[in-house]
């Protein structure tokens, strides 16, 4: 694959070896060379490419997603969503593969920095992997936790619709003490902790928006 090296400040200012390579370079003759890469797909599109990628190109797939709890107007509902929305990673040779790749339904384009291709590591995909549940589909189940001092929806009951602040909780009688503005005044009453979510409306909110963001090209 004629890889290039390129040595990188890492942390604490030390250089550190990144592996790239730039397509133009690669030679016909060169042995299969299995790696991870990082595909951009169109939006919500996920599960078409990765059924394409999968029975069609045999290619190996991951792509990671989270099961969480947001409040709706009736009620809780789960959500699924792919963790990384928009992206999931494949695993083929890119010298005979990134054509059937590249074109597959669903797939924009292989994450690129100018001409340069960056494989995934190894290390970064089997860490990604042992954070998945055995057995889950490649989901990820955010349980809501509710905490004293948390902001709470409450979602069930009579109080539907309302938001308040945890004081205390009972966990031997599975029911909480929350404040909320009730009828102009702040009253505490205890309410069922089935009936209550974070007021957090997905798992990644809080999460700084450029930290979210990717920065590649295609």
Same mark, same amino acid.
């Given at each position: ?66 099961? %969480? ?19 999931? %990673?494949?695993? %083929? ?19 690129? %920095? ?105």
């Amino acid at each position: 694959m004629n890889p290039v090296i390129e040595l990188m400040a890492g942390p604490g200012g030390l250089p550190e070896q990144v592996l790239h390579f730039e397509p133009a370079m690669l030679l016909e003759s060169s042995p299969p060379d299995m790696r991870w890469f990082c595909l951009r797909v169109a939006p919500k599109q996920e599960h078409i490419a990765v059924a394409h990628l999968r029975k069609v190109y045999h290619v190996a797939v991951f792509c990671p997603r989270l099961r %969480f709890q947001k409040a709706t107007r009736t009620g809780r509902r789960w959500y699924v969503e792919a963790l990384f929305p928009s992206y999931l %990673f494949g695993r %083929f040779d890119y010298l005979t593969q990134h054509r059937a790749v590249q074109y597959c339904p669903g797939v924009s384009t292989i994450v690129h %920095f100018g001409s340069k291709i960056i494989p995934v590591p190894d290390l970064a995909i089997g860490e990604l992997q042992a954070a998945v549940p055995e057995g889950s589909g490649e989901t990820i189940t955010i349980q809501p936790e509710v905490r004293t001092g948390q902001e709470v929806q409450v979602v069930e009951g009579a109080f539907a619709g309302l938001r308040a602040v945890v004081t205390r909780i009972m966990p031997a009688r599975q029911r909480v003490a929350v404040l909320l503005e009730f009828l102009g005044r702040m009253s505490e009453t205890e309410i069922p902790i089935g009936n209550l979510l974070p007021a957090t409306r997905h798992p990644l909110e809080g999460v700084p928006h450029q930290a979210r963001q990717a920065h590649p090209k295609g």
